[in-house]
């Protein structure tokens, strides 16, 4: 999978994510999961959101990879995975706003903007 790009719109902080379709969900009109969060202590692979019908079947996870100060977006559609990891580390006890927008292939994150 390839990897991301950043940068700036109207001083908002975004990262342009490889393409990627979820199935039906991103091929009609495209959906957005936004989410305000914080953490206040390290704990290995804290969930900020965690969106799936089992484990390994149609997931849509970011979180807190193992304990470093890294987050991390998992989406995974059939066979098809998107594992991406966020450049901005988590600050405990900060709140921070994440915005996750498909339209399409296209994949976008918001993040404090």
């Not at 990627?20 to 495209?30: D, P, R």
């Not at 994440?98 to 918001?110: D, K």
Request: aromatic share 14%; with cysteine; charged share 10%.
């Amino acid at each position: 999978m390839g990897g991301i790009s950043g940068g700036h719109v109207s001083g908002t902080q975004y990262y342009q994510l490889p393409s990627f379709n979820l199935y039906q969900y991103s091929a009609t009109t495209g959906f957005s999961v936004c989410v305000w969060w914080t953490l206040s202590s390290v704990v290995d692979w804290s969930r900020v959101l965690d969106f799936g019908a089992t484990a390994n079947t149609h997931n849509f996870v970011l979180y807190r990879s193992s304990t470093t100060a890294l987050i991390r977006l998992y989406i995974l559609a059939g066979s098809t995975v998107l594992d991406i990891t966020i450049p901005q580390n988590i600050v405990l006890n900060q709140w921070r706003h994440m915005c996750i927008v498909n339209s399409g292939r296209a994949w976008t994150v918001y993040d404090n903007g």
